[in-house]
């Protein structure tokens, strides 16, 4: 709804073309606003550009939905969606990674951690181990 405001108020047609990176560009503010709080704190900048080239990517498969009639599917569909997302992510990821994101701990600890439980399952059940 705010995207179709903006859109209107600078007089740009409600294509997708310009919907989507404006969406994802507004939640990429939103994250980045999120943390700005944190210490050591990762780049919003590079958080918001994750997002508004997420939406760049989203307005590249409409449009070539539109130009082929065909959605982006099938074998080269999943090439394409890797490629872009790891391309994409390599700035988040390195944010996340440098203001110690990878190493925080969510949940206190206890045994009904997520991971541990996940281990636990694995363990027990994928590999048929005993802890």
């Given at each position: 709804?705010?995207?179709?405001l903006?859109?209107?108020?600078i007089h740009l047609p409600l294509r997708p073309v310009f919907t989507l990176p404006l969406v994802f560009l507004?939640?990429?503010?939103?994250?980045?606003a999120m943390v700005i709080g944190m210490h050591p704190m990762p780049d919003p900048f590079a958080l918001a550009s994750f997002f508004?080239?997420?939406?760049?990517?989203?307005a590249l498969e409409a449009t070539f939905r539109q130009v082929?009639?065909?959605?982006?599917?099938?074998?080269?569909?999943?090439?394409?969606?890797w490629i872009f997302a790891f391309y994409?992510?390599?700035?988040?990821?390195?944010e996340a990674l440098?203001?110690?994101?990878?190493?925080?701990?969510?949940?206190?600890?206890?045994?009904?951690r997520p991971?541990?439980?996940?281990?636990?399952?694995?363990?027990?059940?994928?590999?048929?181990?005993?802890r």
């Open positions: 709804m705010v995207s179709t903006i859109l209107r108020a507004l939640s990429g503010g939103m994250h980045g508004f080239f997420s939406g760049i990517g989203s082929t009639g065909k959605r982006v599917r099938g074998p080269w569909g999943r090439v394409w969606t994409t992510g390599r700035a988040l990821a390195r440098d203001s110690g994101l990878g190493a925080t701990v969510f949940l206190p600890e206890g045994r009904l991971g541990l439980v996940v281990v636990d399952l694995l363990t027990r059940w994928v590999f048929d181990l005993k």
